[in-house]
């Protein structure tokens, strides 16, 4: 497989555990992971897709202002000539309890392909690329929930 994803925490957030651990999967799937760490902007982002020619922007945020640090991002992809990068992001996104579905939505209403709250398994994440990226795979030992290898 050669789909290439781009990986990194937005903002000013500097938590990285879940960023690693996203690069782990990814990685241990067959995915081409560039990871650009933490306190990333969305132009480290964008420069990091255009230089790898990335099929996806993995956008990781625990700190809860994630709605402001994506806003305009797929503007800014567009812009670049990436309009057709798939996005996704997750984690903690917002302040405060906030019902899920309205995060999701002003996600998605914000350019985002997939938006996932806080504790979302890395396996939905990969059958989402796997289905938006359109690639065959088969799960390693047949189970959705451990590693894939290309076909």
């Not at 994506?70 to 996704?88: D, F, M, P, T, V």
């Not at 917002?94 to 996600?107: C, I, L």
Request: proline share 3%; aromatic share 8%.
């Amino acid at each position: 497989m050669n789909a290439v994803l781009v990986v990194g925490v937005i903002g000013a957030d500097c938590h990285s555990v879940g960023n690693k651990i996203l690069d782990y999967a990814f990685s241990e799937a067959g995915f081409k992971v560039v990871n650009i760490g933490v306190l990333s902007s969305q132009e480290d982002f964008i420069n990091a897709a255009i230089e790898t020619n990335a099929d996806a922007i993995i956008v990781s945020s625990l700190y809860g202002h994630g709605e402001m640090d994506c806003r305009g991002l797929k503007a800014k992809c567009i812009e670049s000539g990436l309009e057709n990068i798939l996005l996704y992001v997750g984690g903690n996104l917002v302040v405060g309890k906030q019902d899920w579905e309205t995060v999701e939505q002003r996600f998605l209403e914000m350019g985002f392909d997939r938006v996932y709250p806080p504790g979302t398994h890395p396996d939905t994440a990969m059958k989402d690329l796997i289905f938006d990226l359109r690639l065959n795979m088969i799960p390693e030992g047949g189970s959705m929930n451990g590693v894939y290898s290309a076909y």
